[in-house]
């Protein structure tokens, strides 16, 4: 059966992608043209295409300049699943549905159904707030579920995972935050709206602010 949704996914070296980021420079051309690197020889690396070591076990030349370029050890800019060997693709697609999607962790999910701009972020700060104070309100297993769902204290947690950890269902974990998310809209803190289940927007900001961070 024909799903809904065509994901196009693409693997990349983040460690090396961060380390460029980090130096100022906002693609691979600026970088290149800063430290005199080849282009290509970037973006194989940050493909995972090529590996920054030699047949011998020797490191590459241009892995070692950019261990110079970052002070640090070229290993520490790629994973160490691909020091030896590269990827012979790095871009894949899948067919899902929006069932499908729903079950990704928060963080994946939110990346495909949110547009986050700047002008959300006083939203998400006040969101942020009044979230903590609202959960002191909850009772244990109702807090674990929101705390697990919206990655509180660790990584994002899936309907399937948390079932697992409480011994329920999947569609009973959904049922129990459909619940408490209509009890947190009834709150002193949130007759603003932001756990209205009417108020889709303001439900995509704050999946987008704890799918992908951490409250320590």
Known sequence: MMKDYRV??????????????????????????????????????LNLKRT?????????????????????????LFPPQHVWEGLLKNTG??????????RLPMSAAAMLTDNHTPETEAMEEDTRSALLDSLNGLGPRDRLIIEG??????????????????GVSMERIRQIECRVMRKLAGTNNYRSGYFDPRSKQRARHLKYLYGSKNVG
């Open 52 to 76: 920054p070591i030699n047949k011998d076990g020797s490191w590459r030349k241009d892995a070692l300049h950019l261990g110079d370029i970052f002070k640090t050890s070229p290993e520490n």
């Open 93 to 102: 697609v899948l067919e899902m549905s929006w069932e499908d999607i729903e």
């Open 149 to 166: 769902r919206f990655g509180l204290y660790g990584e994002p947690k899936t309907f399937e995972q948390l079932g697992d950890e409480l």
């Open 8 to 45: 196009e996914l693409k693997v990349k070296n983040n460690l090396l992608w961060q380390a460029i980021i980090a130096t100022g420079c906002s693609n691979v051309s600026q970088f290149s043209k800063r430290y005199g690197v080849w282009p290509g020889a970037i973006y194989n690396y």
